[in-house]
């Protein structure tokens, strides 16, 4: 077969690493040339074997589209985003910028894309065998800018949902510390399954009614999350105690820590952590 060429601006020891892992290497002569700032990579099979070649051609798309990725995306990316964050207020662009890349180089997002990708750089080594990166992308790059731009999408949609989420709890943040406080105490017990509001003698609250409540509003199932928090809410306690800190992880304790901040306190271990081998007076029995 004939050679295949491959050239880029990257600096050839920037991409040792990638030929290293070649699995068909042992049969392949490589060999580089310098033309100014450009490197041109020639590989060859040591032997005339024509069911290698689609192996080799196969290789070789997959060695191109690992050079893009790790050494061209980061100017692409910087190119694309920009016109996505101009409009955005507080967003650390470098934290942008960071999050795509990372998009990119996760295996298990935009397979399709990246498949598609692939398949344009063996098309080309196919039908050229000889491909010049830097040429390539400026000329041919659709199928790369998609996946740019898909990764940037997927990015851009976490980041309107974070800075929803953050005016969502801003939101009630406000309303608790303007709210008068109910109660001065209220217990949350949390087991594996379930959560439970006790006041300050450990009786059950009722919430029943903030449940139903919320049923009317949504017209929905309600989670037993949605419950605990409006009642935490309509009570404003003064102090809020988590029982259970192997779930100190959970949704919910997060969210509640975040809306009522230096209200929240972990228990440092009672009685009442130990709920699977006591009794809880209920108050409504």
């Given at each position: 077969?004939?050679p295949?060429?491959?050239?880029?601006?990257v600096?050839?020891?920037?991409?040792?690493?990638?030929?290293e892992k070649f699995?068909?290497k042992k049969?392949?002569?490589?060999?580089?040339?310098?033309?100014?700032?450009?490197?041109?990579?020639?590989?060859t099979?040591?032997?005339?074997?024509?069911d290698g070649d689609?192996?080799?051609?196969n290789t070789l798309a997959?060695?191109?589209y690992?050079?893009?990725?790790?050494?061209y995306?980061?100017?692409?990316?910087?190119l694309?985003?920009s016109?996505?964050?101009?409009?955005?207020?507080?967003?650390d662009k470098s934290?942008?910028?960071?999050e795509?890349n990372?998009v990119?180089?996760?295996?298990k997002?935009?397979?399709?894309?990246k498949?598609?990708?692939?398949n344009d750089?063996?098309?080309y080594?196919?039908?050229?065998n000889?491909?010049i990166?830097?040429?390539y992308?400026?000329?041919r790059?659709?199928?790369?800018?998609?996946?740019?731009d898909?990764?940037?999408?997927?990015?851009?949609?976490?980041?309107?949902?974070?800075?929803?989420y953050n005016?969502?709890?801003?939101?009630?943040q406000?309303?608790?510390?303007?709210q008068?406080?109910?109660?001065?105490?209220?217990?949350?017990?949390?087991t594996?399954?379930?959560?439970?509001?006790l006041?300050?003698?450990?009786n059950k609250?009722?919430?029943s009614?903030?449940?139903?409540l919320?049923?009317?509003?949504?017209y929905?199932?309600?989670?037993?999350?949605?419950?605990i928090?409006?009642?935490?809410l309509?009570?404003?306690?003064?102090?809020?105690v988590?029982?259970?800190?192997?779930y100190d992880?959970?949704?919910?304790?997060?969210?509640?820590?975040?809306i009522?901040?230096?209200?929240?306190?972990?228990?440092s271990?009672?009685d009442l952590?130990l709920?699977?081998?006591?009794?809880?007076?209920?108050t409504?029995s």
């Open positions: 077969m004939e295949i060429k491959i050239g880029s601006t600096p050839a020891e920037k991409i040792h690493n990638i030929i699995s068909c049969s392949l002569n490589i060999n580089y040339e310098v033309y100014n700032d450009r490197f041109v990579y020639t590989f099979l040591n032997k005339k074997r024509s689609i192996a080799l051609y997959n060695f191109a690992d050079i893009i990725i790790n050494f995306s980061e100017k692409i990316i910087y694309r985003t016109r996505f964050l101009n409009d955005i207020e507080g967003v934290k942008v910028l960071e795509v990372k990119l180089l996760d295996r997002q935009l397979v399709e894309e498949e598609k990708f692939k750089l063996l098309d080594l196919i039908e050229n000889t491909l990166i830097d040429g992308l400026t000329f790059s659709k199928a790369f800018i998609e996946i740019v898909k990764a940037i999408e997927k990015t851009m949609e976490k980041i309107y949902l974070l800075i929803e005016e969502y709890i801003d939101t009630l406000f309303f608790v510390d303007t008068y406080s109910q109660v001065e105490l209220v217990n949350v017990l949390i594996k399954d379930s959560i439970q509001l006041d300050s003698y450990n609250i009722n919430n009614e903030i449940s139903s919320l049923e009317e509003i949504f929905e199932d309600i989670s037993e999350s949605d419950v928090l409006s009642s935490l309509a009570l404003a306690p003064e102090n809020i988590i029982h259970g800190n192997e992880d959970s949704e919910i304790v997060i969210v509640l820590k975040e009522f901040r230096d209200r929240i306190h972990n228990c271990g009672c952590c709920v699977n081998s006591i009794g809880i007076k209920n409504e």
